[in-house]
C-alpha cells in the first residue's frame, strides 16, 4: 500500500501551529513571524511535505514561470520562422542570456518557458498567454529596433524587462551596456598598439547597439587624427563577418587593424585574414565584442571587449520578479560597463 502524501495538517500538527499558520507561510505571506516561518519549514523538512502548486497559485495568483520570450519583426513565413530558431540556437549570446536568466531564477523555485515571437500571431500569443496567467511575466530579448512586442506588452500593462534599450521609448524597465565605451575601448586598444590603417566590421546598422558600438569607435579614432573609417556592415554571423572582411580587404590591402562588432564576425574575420597570407596579430591585429566562448575558441584567441551578458541576464530577472511582486512600480534602467580582455588577436 502507497503512503499517503504529507498533508498541510501533517506540517501544523509537527510544527504545533495552526493550519491557517503553515498555509500562509507555504504562500509567502510577509506577516508571519520569522521564528514562527523557521519553525514551519523545519516540520516541511521532516514531513516531506510538497506543496500543491495549482492549488497554491490559486492564492498567491502566481505560477512561478516566467516567459523567456526572443522576439523580432515583420511577418515571417514557416521557412524565415524555422531559420529565425536556427539562428538563435546557433548563437552564444543567447545562450549566455538563458544561462544567467536560470541562474538567478532557480534558487527562487523560479522556471523560465522559452517563447519566440517573429510573427504577429507570435507576438499575439505571447500577450495571451500573459493575459491568461500561464507565466507571471516576460523576459524580451529582441532582435530588431522595430519590434512591436515592447509597446503591446506596455500598453497591456504586463510585466515585462528588456535586454537593450528598445528601438522606440517605452514604459518598460530594461538592462543594457555602455556600448560607445566599448567602442572606445577597442581603439584604444587597437591605436596603442601602433595600428594606422584601421577598418571596422560593424554589426546591422539598424540595430541601435551596432550603431553605438561605431560611433564610439568612430569618435576615438576622430580624437587621435583618424577622420576616415573604413566601415563593411555584417549580420552578426561568422559567413557575413568573412564576407564583410574580404571586400575590406580588397578596398583597403594595407589595412594592419580590424574592430568587428561581434566575436563571430571576429572569427570570420581572421579565417579571411588567415586565407589571404596575413598574420594575426603580427600583420593584422583584430579586436571582437562580446567575450563569447567563440573569443577563447578562435585561433589566435580574441581579444574582444567584454559584455557581461549572465550577470545583465540575472540582473534582468531580478528586476522582473520585483515587478512581479510589487515591490518595484514604475520602469528603470541599468546600465553595466564593458571591459577589454586582452589574448592574443591583438
Avoid: K, W
Avoid at 519553525?39 to 492564492?59: D, F, H, K
Avoid at 523560465?112 to 498567454?129: D, G, H, I, N, W
Avoid at 553605438?212 to 580624437?223: H, N, P, S, V
Amino acid at each position: 500500500m502507497s503512503r499517503q502524501a504529507p498533508t498541510l495538517e501533517d506540517v501544523a500538527r509537527e510544527a504545533g501551529v495552526s493550519r491557517a499558520t503553515v498555509s500562509r507561510v507555504v504562500n509567502g505571506v510577509r506577516n508571519v513571524d520569522p521564528a514562527i516561518q523557521d519553525l514551519v519549514r523545519r516540520a516541511i523538512e521532516r514531513t516531506g511535505y510538497a506543496p500543491n502548486q495549482a492549488a497554491r497559485s490559486l492564492v498567491t495568483r502566481r505560477t512561478t514561470t516566467v516567459a523567456l520570450v526572443v522576439s523580432g519583426a515583420g511577418d515571417a513565413s514557416d521557412a524565415e520562422q524555422d531559420a529565425f530558431a536556427t539562428r538563435v540556437f546557433a548563437d552564444p549570446f543567447f545562450g549566455r542570456v538563458a544561462g544567467g536568466v536560470v541562474g538567478h531564477l532557480r534558487p527562487r523555485s523560479m522556471h523560465p518557458v522559452l517563447m519566440f515571437a517573429e510573427t504577429p500571431e507570435a507576438r499575439q500569443e505571447v500577450v495571451t498567454y500573459l493575459r491568461q496567467g500561464s507565466a507571471d511575466g516576460a523576459l524580451v530579448v529582441s532582435t530588431h529596433p522595430d519590434d512591436p512586442l515592447p509597446a503591446l506588452l506596455a500598453d497591456a500593462r504586463l510585466p515585462a524587462v528588456l535586454f537593450a534599450r528598445p528601438g522606440r521609448p517605452v514604459a518598460l524597465s530594461y538592462v543594457d551596456l555602455a556600448h560607445r565605451d566599448g567602442g572606445r575601448l577597442a581603439a584604444e586598444h587597437l591605436l596603442a598598439r601602433g595600428c594606422r590603417r584601421v577598418v571596422t566590421v560593424a554589426g546591422p546598422l539598424a540595430v541601435a547597439a551596432s550603431q553605438e558600438r561605431l560611433a564610439g569607435f568612430r569618435d576615438t579614432m576622430a580624437r587621435h587624427g583618424h577622420p576616415y573609417l573604413p566601415v563593411a556592415e555584417g549580420g552578426f554571423t561568422v559567413d557575413s563577418g568573412m564576407a564583410a572582411m574580404t571586400s575590406l580587404l580588397a578596398e583597403h590591402p594595407e589595412l594592419d587593424g580590424v574592430f568587428t562588432a561581434n566575436d563571430l564576425m571576429a572569427q570570420g574575420a581572421v579565417q579571411v585574414l588567415r586565407d589571404h597570407g596575413r598574420r594575426v596579430p603580427r600583420d593584422v591585429a583584430v579586436v571582437g565584442f562580446d567575450d563569447s566562448s567563440v573569443a577563447v575558441t578562435c585561433r589566435p584567441r580574441l581579444t574582444t571587449v567584454r559584455q557581461p551578458v549572465e550577470e545583465m541576464a540575472a540582473t534582468m530577472a531580478r528586476l522582473l520578479d520585483e515587478h512581479i511582486r510589487g515591490t518595484r512600480a514604475e520602469p528603470t534602467s541599468v546600465i553595466f560597463d564593458p571591459e577589454l580582455v586582452v589574448r592574443d588577436s591583438a
